[in-house]
């Protein structure tokens, strides 16, 4: 990775990136939110394309000059609808909250309700938070996963009826079951509400056919670029041919100013990326990761919640150890695998401290691991857990994640 300009005029900044990188390289990464990205896409996220104004869409700008970004937007916009087989993408936003909000405001005013899944059951902070603009300004109503770790859809069914409301949102951060979302269409049709499938973290398995794709289902479909699908930070938002313009409308001028045309180029880069056979391979090693590490982890004599994961991340629920998430996370950094802290289903715990810990696989997939390495990665997860305060045990298991990081190279 060439940061030579760096180097000579920002020392500092040089230095932080330098180490960033070797942290990268030196550590396990499982939060299941997180991948490491093709140096293609970070090449189209480093280029010249950082320079250009492109307020608007393509061919309907407010500045002159963007012949090429508008090709480039075009090609981002047509590989999202192929990919995910729906009828309009809108690539600009910067983020999957961002895409979220822009739902929002295409679909509702303040005030308006939404049932989607509860933030300490699995949902994401943009489906409806008190702390964030969708709880602040909207009337949300909750559900959320049951003993089993699984959405209870009769439960779904009821809140809907009982609570009309205008949207529902399915999609999750944290949620290890395959989402029905004929299921989820269903209940929407039943009391005449919009639906939005938010596959942020489920994108890559969707754009490969190994989890099924809400696009005969959703209104609406929101993901982000950097999870699962392994492009660079961002958002798109694809829909159905008659909300486009109000979708469009939403995200400029509603709430963004000028598009990131160098990530939207990084997005196309990913996309077609994703659209190969190696990156089908790539998705389906996720789940087979995913189950070789909670099978590893339940072979440890640790609680998983849910039991067995369907996709790419699964809850490791620490209740009956009597540790803690946010200890248990910290401990775990020290022997070289980064995770967070999560809640479980009725989590004695608050949410900053939590009993369980979010583990995902995309990002040790991306560096070539495979189940046997996961086995591994559930056996030194396993002994730092139970041997949190043996400081030379910690050491052992430090060298053993090290060496797994060596037997895997990235960005080499
Ligand atoms: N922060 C992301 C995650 O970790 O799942 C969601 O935005």
Redesign the pocket.
Known sequence: MNIEHIKKTDFEVAEQIELELKRQQETIEL???ENCTSLAVMEACGSVLTNKYAEGKPHKRYYNGCEHIDVIEEICQKRACELFQMEHANVQPHS??QANMAVFMATMKPGDRVLSMDLSNGG??SHGSPVNFSGLYFDVKSYGINEYGEIDYEEVRKMAIEHKPRLIICGA??YSKIIDFKKFREIADEVGALLLADI??IAGLVATGLHPSPAPYADFVTT?THKSLRGPRGGIIMCKEEWAKEIDKAVFPGMQGGPLEHIIAGKAVALLEASKPEFKEYAAQIIKNAKALAQGLMDEGLDIVGGMTENHLMTLDLRKTGKTGKDMANVLELVGITA?KNTVPNDPQSPFVTSGIRLGTPAVTTRGFKEEDMTEVAKIIAGAIYASDNEIALKNLRERSLKLCKKHPLYE
């Open positions: 939060i299941a939110s999957g909250a994401h902070l951060s944290n942020a973290h982000t967070n």
